[in-house]
Structure formats: C-alpha cells, structure tokens
C-alpha cells in the first residue's frame, strides 16, 4: 500500500518499510542498489528504505528502482 511521506510527497511508500531521500551533497559514499545491482556513486542522490523497527536493515536504491518496486507493492 502506497503513502505519501508528508515531509517528502513525492517520494512513494510501501506499507512496513520507511524511506527518505539522500541528497547529492548528503552522499559520500558507492553503494549498490538492491534492485538492479548498479552502483549508487557518492555525490548522486538517491533514497535510503529499511523495514520499520530494524533501521540497520536500510539499504541504498536508486530513485527510479524504489519508484519501481513500490508500484509493483514488493521489493523483490
């Protein structure tokens, strides 16, 4: 189920996973997106999700790939 972030309308939910934007200038670290398995480069924005309650459990997506997974209602 899709919920707006009312801080972030924009950016799509998935019901039991919490999600926020990484900015540009926030990233400072290569990452690997779950979803496609391409780098995420430091300096590139993009979007940190974890399951609610297990925070170190978050992983790095590209945009575009947590829009993806959400409009489908799965991550894998």
């Known amino acids: 189920m899709l919920r707006p972030d009312p801080q972030d309308p924009w950016l799509p939910r998935l019901a ?3 999600a ?3 900015p540009a200038y926030r990233a400072a670290k290569d990452y ?3 979803a496609c398995h391409n780098t995420i480069s430091a300096g590139i924005g ?3 999700v974890w399951p609610v309650e297990w925070v170190e459990d978050r992983r790095h ?3 575009h790939c947590w829009r993806t997974a959400t409009r489908r209602g799965r991550l894998a």
């Open 16 to 18: 039991g996973y919490e």
């Open 20 to 22: 926020r934007r990484v």
């Open 32 to 34: 690997v997106c779950p």
């Open 46 to 48: 993009h979007v940190v």
């Open 61 to 63: 997506w590209h945009l």
